[in-house]
Antibody, heavy 121, light 110 residues
């Protein structure tokens, strides 16, 4: 059974940093692109960042470029999102998701339960 | 890039059919077949219902079907059931190598 378990969400002050992790199991992790999607309270889904199976190609939404860094450790089946210079508008539940077909992170067939990031003073 | 455009809400009675539209541009829906639909119940993670415009993952009811014409994709749910009441989101890969989601549609089963 495919499982994704996020961790690392917390309350952080504006300008602060946070590192999210997603532990994957039940599939060949290195064969699939992975992605982070966020959902602000009461709002819709927003794609944040994606990474190829090898980790060699990364993708970002414009609003987080230069502030967030996606990475993966295929030896530990773990996905990460390093979040710097956090803003109030980054407050959201962050989901990690597995790509359906493995290559470009564009369609997502398995999602974690999410981890809450709150940016507030 | 702006979110794909979906109606804020749709409703239907049990047994009826409804269609949710998702309008993008030639940079996303109009060009790419990586168009998918997700169902999200309150407090839950999204669930993939349709991928590659028309395909259903294993385990998804055949009451859910997808289509696309030009820059607009559509999700049709036939034989509405109470359990279908949820938020629905479309998404598309884009020419900018990003993924865009729609704003979401709240489906109410009357």
């Amino acid at each position: 059974e495919v499982q994704l378990l996020e961790s690392g969400g917390d309350l952080v002050q504006p300008g602060g940093s946070l590192r999210l992790s997603c532990a994957a199991s039940g599939f060949t992790f290195s064969s699939y692109a992975m992605t982070w999607v966020r959902q602000a309270p009461g709002k819709g889904l927003e794609w944040v960042s994606g990474i190829s199976g090898s980790g060699g190609t990364t993708y970002y939404v414009d609003s987080v470029k230069g502030r967030f860094t996606i990475s993966r450790d295929n030896s530990k089946n773990t996905l990460h999102l390093q979040m710097n210079s956090l803003r109030a508008e980054d407050t959201a539940i962050y989901y990690c998701a597995k790509d359906l077909q493995g290559t470009t992170p564009d369609q997502f067939d398995c999602w974690g339960q999410g981890t809450l990031v709150t940016v507030s003073s | 890039q702006s979110a794909l455009t979906q109606p804020a809400s749709v409703s239907g009675s049990p047994g009826q059919s409804i269609t949710i539209s998702c309008t993008g541009t030639s940079n996303d829906v109009g060009t790419h077949n990586s168009v998918s639909w997700y169902q999200q119940h309150p407090g839950k993670a999204p669930k993939l219902m349709v991928y590659d415009v028309t395909n259903r993952p294993s385990g998804v009811s055949n009451r859910f079907s997808g289509s696309k014409s030009g820059n607009t994709a559509s999700l049709t749910i036939s034989g509405l059931q109470a359990e279908d009441e949820a938020d629905y989101y479309c998404s598309s890969f884009t020419n900018f190598r990003t993924v865009l989601f729609g704003g979401g549609t709240k489906l109410t089963v009357l």
